[in-house]
């Protein structure tokens, strides 16, 4: 079966860096994307991962080791708008590749 | 502005009956994916369609069905059979297969009366 794990709930101050972790056992790996989800909005796209190191696009970065089946979103600079669910999902290949979601990781920001 | 719209925003359902939640985009993608999520859990896939007029069984297809008659529309048809309907349900598109970032909709959520 896969198996995808994030932290459930992480908290952060306001202008401080939070490191969100997220780690996999897939049958087969074909890439690995985070979504931010706000409370019953829809997810919204923020990185793909599908080579070893890391990604930077604005204040949010995404790192990836396929050996350690391990990445992490990383976000600088803390808002309170960042104050969100943040969503791990790996493309599992096999039969074709399909999208696999963790739990997600429930981030509040504080002031 | 091109998008995913879903509709309704809420949904009731009564004990026996089907109902039909909607998905339109315009963003001119060839595949579409339903999600249903619950508290707790990760976004579960239902059904998808990465063509006009197929599509393929997701995680959990059971109780549920679809249509994918034009490029623009899928569709979900949640029938008596799914037992445990109540969720809140996305609707998603892509450019190409699952390794393209999915754009999805504002979810409808789902509620037994």
């Known amino acids: 079966g896969q198996n995808i794990d994030q932290p459930t709930e992480m908290t952060a101050t306001e202008g401080a860096i939070v490191q969100i972790n997220c780690t996999y056992q897939t049958s087969g790996f074909n890439g690995l994307f985070w979504y931010q989800q706000h409370a019953g909005e829809a997810p919204t796209f923020l990185s793909y991962n599908v080579l070893d190191g890391l990604e930077e696009k604005g204040r949010f970065s995404s790192f990836l080791s396929r050996s350690k089946g391990y990445s992490y979103l990383l976000l600088k600079e803390l808002q309170m708008k960042d104050s969100a669910s943040y969503l791990c999902?790996?493309?599992?290949?096999?039969?074709?590749?399909?999208?696999?979601f963790g739990t997600g990781t429930q981030l509040k920001v504080e002031l | 502005d091109g998008g995913i719209t879903q509709s309704p925003k809420y949904l009731f359902r009564k004990e026996g009956q089907n109902v039909t939640l909607s998905c339109e985009q315009n963003l001119n993608h060839d595949a579409m994916y339903w999600y249903r999520q619950d508290p707790g859990q990760g976004l579960r896939l239902i059904y998808y369609?990465?063509?006009?007029?197929?599509?393929q069984k997701g995680d959990i297809a059971e109780g549920y069905s679809v249509s994918r008659e034009k490029k623009e529309s899928f569709p979900l048809t949640v029938t008596s059979a799914q037992k445990n309907p109540t969720a809140f349900y996305l609707c998603?598109?892509?450019?190409?297969?699952?390794?393209?970032?999915?754009?999805f909709g504002d979810g409808t959520r789902l509620s037994i009366l």
């Open positions: 369609s990465q063509i006009v007029n197929d599509f």
């Open positions: 999902a790996v493309v599992v290949t096999g039969g074709g590749n399909k999208l696999t």
């Open positions: 998603a598109s892509s450019l190409g297969g699952f390794e393209k970032p999915q754009h």
